[in-house]
Nanobody, 124 residues
C-alpha cells in the first residue's frame, strides 16, 4: 500500500505563507493523481485541490484559488501544497491523498490512500 506522510504545518499569522509536503513510499506514486484536503474540528473534510499524475492538470477549490498552488516531484515521490495569503479560516488539519484514477476528483471517497495530516493554524 502507498504510505503518505505530510509535513510542514505550523502556526502562522494571517497573510503569511506555508509550504506543506507529502512524501509517498511507493514507486507507483507517479501513476496516481494526488489531492489535498483539510478538516477543521467539528466540520466535514473539505477539498482543497488536486494534481494529475504527470503534474499537467490542477484543480482547486474556489476558496483557495489564486492563493494555494499544488506541485509534484515524481522523481522524489513528493507532492507540495504552497499556501500564500493565509487566512484564519484556512486553519485546519491538512491531508494529502492518492487516487488511482486518470480523472481528477474533488470527492474524498474517490481517494484510495491518506496521510496522517499536519496541523495548520493561522492567527488573526
Amino acid at each position: 500500500q502507498v504510505q503518505l506522510v505530510e509535513s510542514g504545518g505550523g502556526l502562522v499569522q494571517a497573510g503569511g505563507s506555508l509550504r506543506l509536503s507529502c512524501a509517498a513510499s511507493e514507486r507507483t506514486f507517479s501513476t496516481y493523481n494526488m489531492g489535498w484536503f483539510r478538516q477543521a474540528p467539528g466540520k466535514e473534510r473539505e477539498f482543497v485541490g488536486t494534481i494529475g499524475w504527470d503534474g499537467s492538470n490542477t484543480w482547486y477549490a474556489n476558496s483557495v484559488k489564486g492563493r494555494f498552488s499544488i506541485s509534484r516531484d515524481n522523481a522524489k515521490n513528493v507532492v507540495y501544497l504552497q499556501m500564500k495569503s493565509l487566512k484564519p479560516e484556512d486553519t485546519a488539519i491538512y491531508y494529502c491523498a492518492a487516487d488511482r484514477d486518470l480523472l481528477l476528483h474533488r470527492e474524498s471517497a474517490e481517494y484510495d490512500y491518506w496521510g496522517q495530516g499536519t496541523q495548520v493554524t493561522v492567527s488573526s
